[in-house]
Structures are given as structure tokens and as C-alpha cells.
């Protein structure tokens, strides 16, 4: 039996956070909710849909999958690419509607849950919780950050959405580098920062410690995707285990 990105999803949702789909309206059978067993929060809805709604030149069904992604950059980014929109069901906040017909991966698809999941958490979880380990992009044609860790093991960096302080993030220097090439630790969380020049837009910064280097021939954007199934690293994400594992070698 073929197993849809649908039936994936539930599966994901459920052995990560034992949530069940809630499917709330007559109206709309094929409609479901996932949400927080505490606040009950939705932190996605999977919604099937006229291709036309999202601008698509079809008027079939399609399946999307509806997150919220507080980061504002990265939402920008999202809804720039393929298989990503604005999110069809709400108009108000940052969430994205994410076609599920393949054009998105399951491997990029798992983290934005994560995300959507930190965001709609309460406070005090988001607070509380243990360290988490964080794969995170630089971008050499914005910001420096090879020549920024000759200078100093500590730097200013854009706060991703659900980071804290004690998180680990391993810096993916983008092309042409295109390798995760430091291991840092989060020393502080929530500096007020104010910057736009039409490309990037920042609003808070964190605090970086260098921990480790890796050699830029060690975890390349190829061997990323051929050994850890990371296909993509367009924004925080968290970092699979068997990566996590080869990180600590």
C-alpha cells in the first residue's frame, strides 16, 4: 500500500509528540487538527484544497500541510520557494501552507513542524527545556563569519525562532563553502537588535561560543544529503541523530 506524505506526517506527529489527528468539522472531513495536549494550541493543520486557492492553474484537490514559523526572514524565504505559500487558513501571524505532493521533501518538512510545534508551545516549556541541538545557516555573501571566528571565538548571530541559551548549533557556512564547518554553544539569548537593508531583517541577536572546527571536506552539503537524508539548509533546523552522532566523533 502507498503510504502519502498525509499518512507520514500523522506518523511523524505521533511518535515525536503522541498526537493524534482531530478532525473537527463535518463540513470538512478531510480537514485535521494537531495540536498541544496542554494549552491545546494547534501547531498545524492538514487541509485538502482546490489547487486554484493557492494560485495553481488546477482546480483538483491537493493536500497542504499549515505551520507557523515565527522567524520573519525565514518565513519570507519559505514563501519564495517551491511548494511553499502564505498560509491559505489564516491571514493574521507567519504561517505557511506547505504542498504535499512531493515538491517539499519529508526531510524538510520534519523540522518545520519542530518550529511549529516551539512556536504554539506555551512559554514555560519553551523555557524549560532540555538543550537542543540546532543546524543553522551562514551565508559568506551577507556576513563574514570565517574572518568573524579568526578574530574572536565569540560572535553576535541572528536569533532562529526557539533557540536558548545552553542550545548547541553547528554553523552550515553556505556556497562555496557549503559545509558545516563550527560547533558552538548558545551563551546568551534575546540582545535587542534592530536591522534591515531589504535583504536580511533583524530583530534580536544571540551570543555564539566556538566549541569546534570541522575541515570543509568533512560534512559538505553533499555528504550531507547522501548520508543524513539533509537535502536542504535554508534555516534553523534541528539536527537528525545520526548526524548528531558523526558530529561528535
Known sequence: MNVSIRDEIYEYVKKKYHTEPEYLWMRFPGYAVLRHSDNKKWYAIVMNI???KLGLDS???VDVLNLKIDDPLFYDMLIHQSGYFPGYHSSKGKWVSVLLDGTVSMEEICPLIDMSFLATAPKKRNKN???KEWLIPANPKYYDIMSAFEKSDEIDWKQG???KTGDTVF???AAPVSAILYKCIVTETDIPFQYDDGHVRLTSLMKIKLQKRYGSDRFTFRILNDEFGIFAVRGPRGVPNSLSEALKE
Open 50 to 52: 482546490k489547487g486554484s
Open 59 to 61: 482546480e483538483d484537490q
Open 129 to 131: 527545556r532540555p538543550p
Open 161 to 163: 525562532a526557539g533557540v
Open 171 to 173: 554553523m552550515y557556512v
